[in-house]
């Protein structure tokens, strides 16, 4: 049983109120439920401290019927459970403890913040719960702590409460919010949805004071309970109707004998973004009330999201100092305080920090030895630390009218002549002005230094053109043309040969803006096909599934340009028919399945095929199937093995095996493949006389990377002509990835990534596709579509100026960082170099370097620049901090901020490096 200790006082209760028993028809059942309650009287003896006693509190406050500790839980008869006891309008816990705790007592409620004056009883309301608090120069040793009749109280959501910061503005907005909040608000039963057979019916509610998603408990004994809410500000998303993993599965496997009705199926999506998510299933009783908690929840996580965003900065950074105040006092001393810098990874001179401590302790709050910050004074002492001696140069500069402000017209010159941005006038200095500057100094159309810092560190300033924000590029050409973001096992949550297949896969890749998905059909039971990875010990999903809960919904949710479903065909002619009706009676319109013209030269444009969905298949009787093998002999090596010789790599021959086979394909599938029939690649000499437009091949990457070599001129010409999709080698077992620059230097279209593996290759495909408005297609450089242009040399100076927040990296140091960064290119042969800083020691929050680098860029259409920042550790195990990629020609010059990133690709809060980028 975990213990929570404030001081000399131990707080553990379990307070639940009176059980709703719905169903009970016999005597066993009721002999089960007085097992259980006597049960958790047992337990409750254990678990108080000697020196404190509790007692509940039922009925109103006339009508208080009292229990000492030993008798906490009511001993309900049977005849009690049936008639039910008399509805509760309070419920109170008194907690009585000795007099040499009640200053204790008090410092476990850290937000009663006002002083206890003499003969005054505090009531203080705190998110719904009330703590009346007597004066503790009174002889009286008892407080109390009330909460709303719809709330559970149990042991963790009450040390929660003792201890948990709440975002205020998400509080008032919800609870001031009616209309769609008010259902939640009330509660409505619901059947929650734990397995096929597994459906519990609980009462549900929003707690706005928290803001929790509450649900009633099991039965089960409340020690060994979770505690049963939401955080309402880790929901992603509401889904309508069966769109997850576990309706699916208690359809498909025909258990749905009660006949649920779709429209009173909803899902709860909650948890981390991406891939680490949970889903909390309901059956609801009515449509009515569904579509009211549905319509509830989405404006829900529409207000939260909203307000998360403005403050999430702020509430990490009181996380960290709730994690440091250990005593729960609402207050760090001085020494505290520099403990929690150094948790923060930053290290400062003593004497400084100790002027600022004085200067933020403007309460002069003081504990018994030594003077202290409250919470909202350790905020004031950080931002004193977040001063940027760099950017109050460069505002210094420009303030030449007055030392203190820029006047529009100087915000507009530096806007021109430090950042670049030629076309900017004096309008769009006072739009700025109005955007960033929080002080009076807006009225008199000025920036003060805080206006500045804003501005600097605003999104819109960051490295990347804000251009890319938006769909730019000429997007009427033919889909020869472009780069597709694409990804290779789309519905594998891991690795290939054990991983696991899911729905949320395909969602988080059509979100992310992935273009190209592949779907693996095989055979399933019941005339049902599945996506899997087969012959290996990856689980199965069913095809109908993943068009209906994944395709149809989230296909141009984040672009509108085409999607292509990349299918590889293991299915019996039968099943072959039924995924040919599925993707009909499904995808609807959105299905691509007009006829081609046999003698058309070039494919239509993305801009044509918006909000289309294209099948990439095999049409073809006979199929050849292939593998790659490498043969360690050196080519002119005497003895002959089997298979065509197609090249050589890194001094081994390359030859490729071939078995021809008869692979029947059904008219009804054969019908729906069009613009992307997959062929066998017959030769780039024979594709370029003879081959049609609309035919594609897919290679592994070991045979594209020989093919490329050996053809260097040929390769992007027959890239001019047809689609190629390129592939990670079988061999990759753990779902790696190789690098796609050399294939998108070549022309190759759809170069398709395990985009569930972070890794180098996954961070420069997401460099790519983050430009052009994340559309998910990019036009291919100039050169690579037969016009005659010059290489776009450039010099590029870059100057790594600081670096802001950054944190300490996992592994066994508990040191604060020792940062450098490096800058990497990768691309042109010609281009590719990288350098470093120094590193400097011992800091991680507002690291200096102020070197400069210069880099020669023969093709800068193909290099992306990789910023990364590692800690220095003298044995050599430089850990990455965080990284930034980025497309050479989506820079901006000027003094820009570079955001980074962790290994798995989330922004890491707060962290940066501050450059300056000039071209030549």
């Keep these: 049983m975990e213990r929570k200790r404030f001081s000399s006082l131990t707080v553990i209760a379990e307070v639940y109120p009176e059980p709703e028993y719905n169903d009970i028809n016999t005597s066993e059942d009721i002999r089960s439920i007085s097992a259980r309650l006597a ?107 009330s909460w709303e009749e719809s709330t559970i109280l149990t042991r963790d959501n009450l040390l929660n409460l003792l201890t948990r910061q709440i975002n205020p503005e998400v509080v008032e907005k919800i609870r001031s919010s009616g209309g769609d909040i008010n259902p939640l608000k009330r509660g409505a039963h619901f059947w929650k949805v734990k397995g096929p057979s597994k459906f519990y019916r609980r009462k549900f509610w929003l707690d706005a004071n928290q803001p929790l998603l509450r649900y009633e408990p099991s039965r089960k004994n409340p020690c060994t309970g979770i505690d049963p809410s939401i955080d309402v500000t880790t929901i992603l998303e509401v889904l309508c109707g069966w769109k997850t993993d576990m309706f699916n599965e208690i359809i498909s496997s025909g258990k749905n004998d009660t006949g649920i009705a779709e429209n009173l199926c909803f899902s709860i999506v909650y948890g981390e973004s991406g891939y680490d998510v949970e889903t909390l299933d309901l059956i609801g009783e009515d449509v009515e009330t569904v579509q009211q908690w549905v319509k509830g929840l989405q404006s829900l996580v529409v207000i939260s999201k909203s307000i998360q965003q403005e403050t999430e900065y702020e509430e990490w950074l009181l996380a960290q100092y709730r ?97 670049k941005m030629q076309n900017c006038s004096i309008e769009h200095a006072f739009k700025y002005i109005d955007m960033y500057e929080t002080t009076s100094a807006k009225l008199q159309e000025r920036m003060t230094i805080s206006g500045f810092t804003n501005l600097m560190t605003a999104e819109d300033f960051d490295i990347l053109n804000t251009r890319e924000n938006e769909v730019w590029m000429d997007m009427t050409q033919p889909l020869t043309h472009y780069y597709i973001h694409s990804s290779h096992n789309t519905y594998l949550l891991g690795n290939q040969l054990t991983g696991e297949s899911s729905i949320q896969a395909y969602i988080v890749a059509l979100i992310n803006g992935c273009r190209c998905v592949e779907l693996d059909v095989w055979d399933g039971d019941n005339d049902d096909p599945i996506v899997t990875h087969g012959n290996t010990m990856t689980s199965k999903i069913f095809v109908r599934d993943v068009l209906q809960d994944a395709i149809l919904p989230y296909a141009f949710q984040s672009s509108p340009y085409p999607v292509i479903l990349s299918i590889e065909n293991h299915l019996s002619l039968k099943q072959q028919d039924v995924f040919a009706t599925m993707l009909k009676e499904i995808l609807g319109d959105l299905l691509y399945d007009t006829p081609i013209d046999t003698d058309m030269t070039k494919l239509p444009s993305p801009e044509e095929l918006k909000h289309k969905i294209i099948i990439k298949a095999k049409k073809t009787d006979t199929v050849i199937r292939t593998s790659t093998v490498v043969v360690q002999q050196s080519e002119d090596s005497d003895s002959e093995s089997e298979g065509e010789l197609i090249g050589t790599l890194n001094g081994a021959v390359v030859k490729e095996k071939k078995k021809k086979e008869k692979v029947k394909v059904s008219a009804k599938l054969s019908s729906l493949v069009n613009l992307c029939q997959a062929v066998h690649f017959k030769g780039i000499d024979e594709i370029l006389s003879t081959g049609k437009s609309y035919h594609m091949s897919s290679l592994s990457e070991r045979k594209a990377e020989v093919l490329i070599d050996s053809n260097p001129f040929k390769f992007p010409k027959y890239t001019q002509k047809q689609l190629v999709r390129i592939y990670p080698h079988g061999t990759r077992v753990r779902s790696t990835n190789f690098n796609p620059v050399k294939f998108w230097n070549s022309g190759c279209q759809i170069v398709a990534l395990n985009l569930q593996t972070p890794d180098e290759p996954t961070s420069i495909n997401t460099a790519m596709f983050r430009l052009n408005g994340r559309s998910g297609y990019m036009l291919k450089p100039d050169y690579l579509l037969s016009k005659n242009v010059e290489p776009s040399e450039k010099r590029l100076f870059v100057k790594i100026i600081s670096g802001q927040s950054l944190p300490f990296v996992s592994g066994e140091k508990n040191d604060i960082v020792d940062p450098y960064v490096s800058i990497e290119v990768h691309g042109h042969p010609e281009d590719e170099g990288k350098k470093k800083t120094r590193y400097v020691s011992n800091n991680g929050f507002n690291p200096s370097w102020n070197e400069d680098f210069t880099f020669h860029l023969k093709r800068s259409e193909l290099d992306v620049i990789a910023f990364e920042v590692k800690d220095h550790d003298k044995r050599g195990f430089n850990d990455l901090i965080g990284a930034y990629y980025i497309w050479a020609t989506a820079v901006s010059p000027g003094y820009r901020h570079i955001p980074l990133f962790d290994k798995s690709g989330r922004e890491i809060l707060a962290a940066s490096i501050f450059v300056h980028i000039k071209f030549d």
């Design 39 to 145: 049960e958790q009287e047992r337990r409750t003896k254990l678990l108080f401290p000697s020196n404190l006693s509790l007692t509940n509190s039922i009925g109103t406050p006339k009508l208080e019927k009292k229990r000492s500790v030993e008798n906490f839980f009511p001993k309900w008869r049977p005849s009690n459970i049936l008639r039910r006891q008399i509805s509760q309008s309070h419920n109170v816990l008194n907690i009585s403890y000795q007099k040499q705790d009640k200053r204790s007592l008090l410092d476990t409620i850290p937000t009663l913040e006002k002083e206890i004056k003499p003969n005054e009883t505090i009531k203080k309301q705190i998110n719904g719960y009330s703590f009346k608090i007597p004066d503790p120069k009174k002889s009286s040793n008892k407080a109390s702590l």
């Design 323 to 419: 994690k440091a105040d250990k005593d729960n006092s609402n207050s760090l001393d001085f020494q505290e305080c520099l403990k929690l810098l150094k948790l923060l990874n930053i290290k400062l001179e003593e004497d400084y920090a100790k002027k600022l401590f004085d200067q933020a302790n403007t309460n002069k709050k003081t504990s018994i030895e030594a003077k202290v910050l409250d919470a909202q004074e350790f905020v004031t002492f950080y931002k004193l630390l977040l001063r940027r001696p760099e950017i109050e140069a460069l505002f210094s500069k420009y303030a030449k009218t007055s030392l203190c402000t820029l006047t529009a017209g100087e915000l507009c010159s530096f806007l021109q002549k430090e950042q």
